[in-house]
């Protein structure tokens, strides 16, 4: 039992596991309104379902992958297909369609079907350009990226244009039963279980899953052997865009329309990404299906987790995330195979070179969204942050590139961790005193001072060459002073725009603006905002 379990934690599966428990954990850390503890339930469906839709094309990109290919296609043939289907919806049953009458199980099973053939033919043309025209897989399924959801908008336009008889470039679907497959929870999660599983049944227990590894793993080899390397690639291509038809028409279930010109944008990527981050190597013949599952799940683990984290603008950062994980999974996936051949993987001057990369994307990852993440559980700004954590990925990687034994790495990696812990908690305990040095030195150079009465902290600037730009240097730091007073700007060229540098400092209690050349009405707007302030005049 033993040997099996270690055995079982050597799979990346497991690292898998281990990655998405952490990465929950730490989104109910730090999540301000603890949404995976207060609302469990809730959560759980949201994800799921998000993990459901990215799991059905992940499997399609797996298998592809897997046979020592790549669909780029994902995105776009999802649009297609949602396309086709609410087309086939609207010219079958246009009165239902119009008159937001039910639809019958008939009409939906035709459309859904037709759909389903359409993304046959599209993995069909994909094998035909790749097996007999001789055009690269990227090639080929780059092509379809860009063409097919130029064709979904022209035939949503003319469909509409024909029925409705105004062009539209949607069609929207408000039948309950309709909409009803992808917006219950169950119908989606078991379909994946059910497609996943009969895909494990072809990948891991037949002669067909057997050829498809050999296939991606040395196809000159393979055709060699007598492997018909064809009609391999036809059936993982017919499979990777039957799935993303099928992920299509849960699309457009879920958002009640077909809107070709967003629906599916981005998801290849995301596919891939999941795959990729599930084991699956892009040189093909290596991958699992659980571990593309467990892929999926941890993409959108980690998605959800920043939604939850930075709340406001948090799409923003998704492309930026996925983009990072794939390139860090391909990363660690070529470095397992490379120690296991002894093969350094930062040497020479691109070495060098390629840690200088990776200690900039580290730093501007936590100045972007490190800062956001952490909010409320450090006192370090952006720039502190980037340049604590972009040392300590430029040191690790160092140890990475040495030329030692595996012991003296183990060991200098143990004190990396013990160095990087300590130097971040000592940075952020000493940051607040660093800051109100900062500040009484500011303002004693602009010819001020500062002195401690019975009421608290006095920051006297009267007549001192306190200006808009010091005032904005000056203010952030402040905000370190727990019993600050009065901020004195008598006889001082501040004006209206160097006051709202002042809106955050809710435990400044006096400001003494006399003879400066803020307005009035500056005082009462931040009045507003601080409503225990004391102002004069």
């Keep these: ?24 954990v730490l989104t109910t850390l730090l999540d301000a309104q603890h949404n995976y503890w207060r609302d469990p339930q809730a959560s759980l469906i949201d994800l ?60 939906m099973g035709l459309a859904i079907s037709g759909t389903l053939v359409v993304g046959l033919m599209i993995g069909s043309l994909h094998a035909w350009l790749i097996t007999v025209v001789g055009l690269p ?35 929207n679907i408000n039948d309950r039963g309709f909409r009803y497959l992808a917006q219950s929870i169950w119908i989606p999660a078991v379909l994946l279980a059910v497609l996943a599983l009969a895909t494990w049944l072809l990948l891991a227990k037949t002669v067909t899953g057997r050829h498809l590894y050999a296939l991606g793993g040395n196809e000159q080899a393979a055709r060699l052997s007598g492997i018909q390397t064809d ?10 865009s039957v ?18 010109q967003t629906l599916g944008r981005g998801a290849e990527l995301n596919a891939i990404a999941a795959a990729v981050v599930g084991g699956c190597s892009l040189q093909g013949g290596i991958g699992t299906v659980p571990g593309t599952l467990l892929g999926a799940l941890f993409l959108r683990v980690v998605i959800d987790g920043v939604a939850k984290i930075i709340k406001t603008g948090a799409h923003i950062y998704e492309g930026f995330i996925v983009g990072v994980l794939v390139v860090f999974a391909v990363t660690f996936t070529r470095g397992v195979d490379a120690s296991r051949r002894k093969q350094p993987l930062f040497t020479g001057g691109l070495g060098l070179v390629t840690i200088l990369n990776l200690t900039f994307l580290s730093g ?48 200098l990696g143990a004190a990396w961790v013990i160095v990087t812990i300590a130097s971040i908690i000592g940075c952020d305990f000493a940051y607040p005193g660093w800051q109100r040095r900062a500040a009484v030195s500011t303002a004693t150079s602009l010819g001020g001072k500062v002195f401690e009465n019975e009421q608290g902290i006095v920051f006297d600037l009267t007549g001192s060459r306190c200006n808009d730009g010091s005032m904005r240097h ?12 009065e901020l004195r700007l008598q006889q001082t060229a501040v004006t209206d725009d160097g006051l709202k540098s002042l809106e955050k400092l809710t435990h400044l209690k006096r400001l003494d603006t006399t003879g400066s050349k803020i307005t009035p009405g500056a005082l009462t707007r931040l009045k507003r905002t601080l409503s225990t302030l004391e102002t004069v005049p």
């Design 1 to 24: 039992m033993s040997e099996a379990w270690a055995r079982f934690w050597r799979r990346h599966e497991a690292s898998l596991l281990v990655a998405i428990g952490v990465v929950i």
């Design 48 to 107: 799921t379902r998000q993990t459901t839709q990215l799991g059905l094309i992940s499997l399609g990109a797996a298998i592809v992958i897997i046979s020592g290919g790549i669909d780029l296609s994902t995105g776009s043939v999802i649009a297609f297909s949602g396309t086709v289907c609410a087309s086939l919806l609207l010219l079958l049953s246009p009165e239902a369609m119009l008159g937001n009458q039910q639809l019958d199980v008939t009409t």
């Design 137 to 171: 897989p990227f090639v080929a399924t780059l092509g379809t990226l860009v063409g097919l959801r130029s064709l979904s908008m022209a035939i949503i336009e003319n469909v509409t244009l024909s029925v409705i008889g105004g062009a539209s470039s949607q069609i």
């Design 231 to 240: 009609r391999l690639k036809w059936l993982a291509y017919c499979l990777s």
């Design 243 to 260: 799935l993303a038809s099928l992920a299509g028409v849960l699309a457009i279930c879920d958002q009640s329309a077909a809107v070709p």
């Design 364 to 411: 501007t990852m936590m100045a972007l969204i490190g800062t956001k993440l952490v909010a409320g559980h450090t006192q370090l700004d952006a720039t502190w942050l980037a340049s604590l954590i972009g040392l300590s990925t430029c040191s690790l990687l160092l140890i990475v590139r040495w030329d030692g034994s595996q012991i003296a790495k183990r060991r």
């Design 474 to 485: 000056l203010s952030p730091r402040l905000k370190y002073f727990a019993h600050l007073h």
